[in-house]
């Protein structure tokens, strides 16, 4: 299969928000997330507490804090403190997105999605596409070497 140049330039970019992800201290599950405009990261995250807090995730039954914040959320909100702008840009997410971080998306007017993880409830999705943001599924495992 022959890709085209964006579709190429996506698994290249999501396999850097995987790596990404390697920076969480979460361990039930690690997600990283980048956000990309002009052929330009102009943020990135990965799930962890918020700054400030202990670099644990989860309680001693092994179950997240609700404190936790997602990898969209806190590229997102990594936005809000640089003199960058998401207006029009790409998220690479290494995970299906959640209902809440689905708000921030839309809100801070990304206009394209792609993710890697399929997820059981398909509620933040479905709301993108709702919002008309491009929401695209690429599955990584697939495609190691190009
Ligand atoms: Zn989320």
């Not at 059981?120 to 599955?139: C, F, P, S």
């Amino acid at each position: 299969m022959k890709l085209d140049k964006q579709t190429l330039l996506d698994y290249r970019y999501l396999r850097m928000a995987r790596v990404w992800a390697e920076n969480s201290y979460c361990k039930r599950r690690q997600v990283g997330a980048l956000v990309v405009k002009d052929k330009m990261i102009i943020s990135d995250g990965y799930n962890g507490t918020p700054s400030g807090f202990e670099n644990v995730c989860e309680d001693e039954t092994g179950t997240t804090h609700p404190y936790v914040l997602h990898a969209e959320a806190n590229a997102i909100t990594k936005l809000a403190r640089s003199g960058n702008n998401s207006d029009g840009s790409t998220l690479y997410v290494t995970a299906s997105p959640c209902i809440e971080c689905a708000k921030l998306i839309i809100q801070s007017g990304i206009k394209r999605v792609v993710y890697a993880e399929k997820y059981r409830l398909t509620e933040g999705i479905d709301l993108l596409k709702r919002a008309n943001i491009e929401v695209e599924y690429l599955n990584i495992e697939d495609n190691e070497s190009e």
